[in-house]
């Protein structure tokens, strides 16, 4: 809420610049917080001190009484966790995922509705003089 608060303010700011700059300076900003997202946000907890998720369910299921049994357990798990190699999901594998594309529309077309409301009927309606 208080982004597109702010992306109000900054597109209002440079409307004296023209209307078409209302759309690229906050176009300029979320794409530089992308940029910055995908430069600095770690892909896996691991990367950066917490625990794995999979350790921790494991951890919950079943707690042995046996140490011995525990630790076999654990090694068990480290070396399956070494064979599989990390990757991330690209773009394709995540249209892929049920639900994705679907969902991608409708927030499209919803924010399509929003902004066009949000920037163009103020326009529309200082310049065709209804107050």
Partial sequence: MHTRLLETLVAAAVLDYGWGWSFRVPGAFIALGGIMVY???AAYPEDIGFPSPRDAAANTESQPADVEAQLSKATDAVSQQGSVSRRGVGLVEACLIPGVIPFA????FSKL????????LPFCL??????
């Fill in 39 to 41: 430069l600095f946000l």
């Fill in 105 to 108: 529309l409708c927030l499209f």
């Fill in 113 to 120: 509705v929003a902004y066009t409301f949000l920037y163009w």
């Fill in 126 to 131: 200082s310049q065709t003089g209804c107050k």
